[in-house]
């Protein structure tokens, strides 16, 4: 089993940049791939980035493309996500999430037995 503690939520301004990162623990040998979710209020959770355990491939959403940027540090064995130009449509709990197999789905769910507690990201205008 794995372990995943968010952290690094917080409330920015409008424009504003914000790190969010994600440790994990446990059998962290199993580890595929990590990344994030976020589920904005009233809305379903929405894949966010997604970046492999070797670090050979990384992948992010449209809607934060060119804005956020996922990476990580395989020796801690945390992922980070960087949130640059943060607009309010960004507000959303974030969940760190992982998975122990490759898989073409990366954008579902239901490919991530593992997910971390959240941390809330706040934008104000």
């Known amino acids: 089993q794995v372990q995943l503690a968010d952290a690094g939520g917080g409330l920015v301004q409008a424009g504003g940049s914000l790190r969010i990162s994600c440790t994990a623990s446990?059998?962290?040998?199993?580890?595929?791939?990590m990344g994030w979710f976020r589920q904005p209020p009233g809305k379903e959770r929405q894949f966010v980035a997604g970046i492999s355990w070797n670090g050979g491939w990384s992948y992010i959403s449209d809607s934060v493309k060119g804005r956020f940027t996922i990476s990580r540090d395989n020796a801690k064995n945390t992922a980070y996500l960087q949130m640059n130009t943060l607009q309010p449509e960004d507000t959303a709990v974030y969940y760190c999430?992982?998975?122990?197999?490759?898989?073409?789905?990366?954008?579902?769910?239901?490919?991530?037995?593992?997910w971390g507690q959240g941390t809330q990201v706040t934008v104000s205008s």
């Open positions: 446990g059998r962290t040998d199993t580890i595929f791939a």
């Open positions: 999430v992982s998975r122990s197999q490759a898989s073409s789905r990366y954008t579902q769910e239901v490919e991530y037995p593992y």
